[in-house]
């Protein structure tokens, strides 16, 4: 059993190849074989959010604080809230973040395969990030 | 993509077979195959922890609030706190919960292999429960 203290680890900052705007990491796991999941809190400041990507094995986020926004590629624009779960099946390319006004914190959880649990793809364009919610 | 909203689903109370005291457990997520990760939020009050038990591919603990109390077997008991990130390996015989003055809530997340993610085990009695923790 390994116990790590929070502020053990240093918070980390999303790499700008990956994310627009400004996004924290703290790791809360990386799982060792045969165990393949993998665990972490991001922190969305305000216009934050991931680029266009896709997971091989899909990816639970867990709403902490804030209000952010998910889309699937094809679907609206979606609000979520703390307590939603988002569900992202294998493949489905979508993004993440927080609002343009409101920061926004989840937990994400997804398992690697392969060594590697996403693929990054293009930046999402103010103009698809900005569209109002359907909900 | 799926969202579940906050409240959405209901809280459900932890098996007494499983559990000593009140807990409660809010779905975040069982995934679909090929993915086999679950997670839950599982709310202890104080007094509360979960039998001795095992799981196959590990489990990790992520603190949200309270203060509370995990032990490996054959080791000193340890406190955990908001923020703290407990990993317990494959087949380790293990409990946590609530303090026994104070609550505690964690997001659990685990892998399932053969539809299973836990072996439960016999009750933490009280004279384990009550030790001093080591830190």
Same mark, same amino acid.
């Given at each position: ?77 979606? =609000? /979520? ?5 988002? +569900?992202?099946? &294998? ?6 973040? @927080?609002? !343009? ?10 398992? =690697? /395969? ?5 693929? +990054?793809?293009? &930046? ?6 900005? @569209?109002? !919610?359907?909900?």
């Amino acid at each position: 059993m390994d116990i790590y203290r929070a502020g053990q680890r240093a918070t980390l900052k999303g790499n700008p190849d990956w994310f627009t705007g400004t996004v924290w990491q703290d790791a809360i796991i990386d799982t060792p074989e045969p165990a393949r999941g993998r665990a972490v809190v991001v922190s969305f400041e305000p216009g934050a959010r991931t680029n266009w990507h896709t997971h091989p094995l899909g990816q639970t986020l867990f709403v902490l604080s804030g209000v952010g926004r998910v889309q699937k590629h094809g679907e609206p624009v979606r =609000a /979520i809230r703390p307590g939603d779960t988002v +569900w992202i099946a &294998p493949g489905e390319k979508h993004w993440h973040g @927080a609002g !343009p006004e409101t920061r926004m914190v989840h937990v994400a959880f997804h398992e =690697a /395969i392969d060594g590697s649990h996403v693929e +990054w793809l293009e &930046p999402v364009d103010d103009s698809d990030y900005r @569209a109002e !919610p359907a909900d």
